[in-house]
């Protein structure tokens, strides 16, 4: 059975940094893709960055550019998001996720379109 855990969430103020892991189990090989997206209270999920684990290509929200950054490790079923300059808006549980069902990473993330997805990790970001 696929099982995607998250690692990392915590607290930290407005301009500080923090850095999510993920690791999967349970493919034969890896997923296509791995990627994290994320739910604000009251919002509804949003896609924040998504990386193809075929050729390393990424996409990233418009919300987060610049700021965060996707990687994967060298067996493909981990993915980091190194995220700086936080803001409060960057509050959210993050969820990892995979299984892209398009090769377009775009519309991936603008969906959000991930087959499958983690248990979240919490990030609070304060003033």
């Known amino acids: 059975q696929v099982q995607l855990v998250e690692n990392g969430g915590g607290s930290v103020q407005a301009g500080g940094s923090l850095r999510l892991s993920c690791a999967a189990s349970?493919?034969?090989?890896?997923?296509?893709?791995m990627g994290w997206i994320r739910q604000a209270p009251g919002k509804e999920r949003e896609g924040v960055a998504v990386?193809?684990?075929?050729?390393?290509?990424?996409v990233y929200a418009d919300s987060v550019k610049g700021r965060f950054t996707i990687s994967q490790g060298n067996d493909k079923n981990t993915v980091y998001l190194q995220m700086n300059s936080l803001k409060r808006e960057d509050t959210a549980i993050y969820y990892c996720?995979?299984?892209?069902?398009?090769?377009?990473?775009?519309?991936?993330?603008?969906?959000?379109?991930?087959?499958?997805w983690g248990q979240g990790t919490q990030v609070t970001v304060s003033s």
């Open positions: 996720a995979a299984d892209c069902p398009t090769p377009d990473l775009v519309e991936v993330v603008n969906r959000p379109l991930f087959g499958r």
């Open positions: 990386i193809s684990t075929e050729d390393g290509s990424t």
């Open positions: 349970g493919y034969l090989s890896s997923s296509n893709c």
